[in-house]
């Protein structure tokens, strides 16, 4: 629906307008009324218009005076004038003006509703044409917004070969997504291994610090060159750098990464190499990539630095032989609990090898050998692994065999938890681990409870622990903890002036709606009760 404005000094042509034109036939709702140019720009300030008829001879400012001022203020107003003269110098300047129509008075309504018809067609043109350049707009922001996704996504598909190679679709790519690439053009890529997180973090945490740290390399290693930073279908992080017709890959590329690698380790909790392939051209970027990996693959030595690969692709090379640990020899130390002897031999064979070249696949048999002397060791002791590891703590996992100091910093310490767990489930031992754990628990009653941190505070298995616990004591963890900050807060409220939610934090319960009803479960009174009655037996 739409709106006009009528503008005469003559009232009762206003009214003879009104009463001529069929408004609703035009899909006008509202008709509003101004007899000067003043109360005209007050309507049009209050009230959304669409067309305006405006005689032009009026007392004070006339027609074309107020239609100057709609034109600059709301342009989007159609014009019709009326006019008691066919003045042609009227005419110009109203069409100068902008005016759609100019029809002399007296106006037949006939004409005048074909010339509102006219006017409204041409607002209702522009209000789609408005429409039509605020969807271009909203989906050329939109479009903008995820053109970095789009083009991560094109690299993905081109790594995985989901699209084709030839130099025909590739250009039309580049072209549709503005990447400054012709068919002809030559790449550099980078791959970046991340090879330790320096703190635990969930896997969501490592996703958002790994997207940190693509966009830091857009700022580090492609500033001021064409290119992008994309994480591929398999999980891993690469650099593209757009060569173009450059003869020489740019200048301080090396710098770059080596600032990369100090940044992630200060910024992001990770350490992590970077593998610099050679310049290829795009149809053979899935080969050039490929390499990049086997490159990782195969070192097991070197860390947080840079890489070049030169020469040849590099393929997986031949396993390279490389002593064993005397397995015998070591279980027999594991198995009596020797550890600081059993541990001493484990250095020394790290130490070795470390100076004898390795590859993955000798790396992987290693890993391989000790879990499997720790899982006989175990069996022959007729425990279980639950009873001593955390689930999935001993099964195979490639962050283990990514580097020698993996391999030995995961090593010892599978052996120093198997150690303790064979001396905490032997008799002699249970006492001095349940001492363990109730000093603990005696002092940080003030802290949340965890069974997990408090098992691996002893090296055990939480569950085991649980079960230990409780043939050791009679009662569960739990029930002891609670028996032991019971204890301290009939303490504190026979001897302090604490208040009694204080009393609460003080060993360990935040909402003091819980501590008040565990301690009448416990002690059989509320603890203001306890209080005014040690109270009274004092006095």
């Known amino acids: 629906m739409y709106n006009v404005l009528i503008v005469d000094d003559e009232w009762y042509a206003i009214k003879a307008i009104q009463s001529g034109v069929q408004w609703p036939e035009l899909q006008v709702n509202h008709v509003y009324e101004a007899g000067s140019a003043d109360e005209a720009r007050s309507i049009l300030a209050a009230k959304p218009v669409d067309v305006m008829i405006s005689d032009i001879e009026m007392p004070g400012e006339s027609g074309l005076e107020l239609q100057e001022w709609v034109r600059e203020h709301y342009p989007r107003v159609e014009t019709i004038f009326l006019t008691c003269h066919s003045d042609f110098q009227y005419a110009r300047e109203a069409l100068r003006l902008g005016s759609l129509e100019y029809l002399l008075k007296p106006v037949n309504f006939g004409e005048l509703g074909k010339a509102v018809r006219k006017a409204l067609e041409q607002v209702r043109l522009e209000q789609e044409l408005d429409e039509i350049s605020d969807n271009l707009q909203r989906y050329s922001s939109q479009w903008n917004n995820q053109l970095p996704l789009l083009i991560e996504r094109l690299w993905q598909d081109i790594l995985k070969e989901r699209i084709p190679l030839s130099p025909q679709s590739l250009e039309s790519s580049f072209r549709m997504y503005g990447i400054p690439l012709e068919r002809d053009s030559e790449i550099l890529p980078i791959m970046i291994s991340i090879e330790e997180w320096k703190q635990e973090f969930s896997s969501r945490d490592e996703e958002i610090l790994e997207y940190a740290m693509r966009r830091a390399a857009e700022e580090i290693i492609l500033d001021g060159y064409g290119g992008a930073v994309i994480l591929d279908r398999d999980g891993i992080n690469f650099v593209i750098l757009y060569l173009n017709k450059q003869k020489e890959v740019p200048q301080g590329i090396k710098e770059r990464c080596r600032a990369f690698i100090r940044t992630c380790e200060a910024s992001f909790y990770s350490r992590i190499s970077c593998y610099i392939g050679e310049r290829t051209a795009i149809p053979g970027i899935v080969q050039s990539f490929r390499s990049l990996e086997n490159l990782e693959r195969g070192n097991v030595t070197q860390r947080n630095t840079i890489i070049e690969q030169v020469g040849s692709p590099a393929e997986p090379k031949q396993s390279v032989p490389v002593s064993l640990p005397e397995f015998k020899e070591l279980a027999a130390l594991f198995e009596a609990g020797q550890e600081e002897e059993l541990l001493s031999h484990v250095r020394g064979y790290f130490q070795r090898i470390s100076k004898e070249p390795i590859d993955l696949n000798r790396l992987i048999s290693i890993h391989n050998g000790f879990r499997q002397m720790i899982y006989s060791a175990v069996d022959r002791k007729g425990l279980s692994v639950s009873d001593i590891y955390r689930r999935n703590e001993l099964n195979g996992d490639s ?141």
């Open 399 to 539: 962050r283990h065999v990514k580097s020698l100091q993996d391999l030995e910093r995961w090593t010892l310490e599978m052996l120093s938890i198997g150690c303790a767990g064979f001396k905490a489930v032997s008799g002699e031992s249970d006492s001095s681990v349940i001492r363990s754990v109730q000093a603990h628990l005696q002092n940080h009653l003030a802290e949340p409870f965890s069974r997990d941190a408090l098992a691996e505070l002893v090296y055990l298995n939480p569950a085991y622990l649980s079960r230990l616990f409780k043939k050791e004591t009679g009662i569960s963890l739990s029930d002891y903890l609670i028996g032991l900050r019971m204890e301290k807060s009939k303490e504190l409220l026979m001897n302090s002036s604490f208040k009694i939610q204080h009393i609460a934090a003080i060993v360990g319960y935040e909402s003091f709606p819980h501590f008040t009803r565990l301690f009448k479960k416990t002690v059989g009174i509320s603890p203001l009760q306890f209080r005014r009655n040690h109270r009274i037996l004092s006095e």
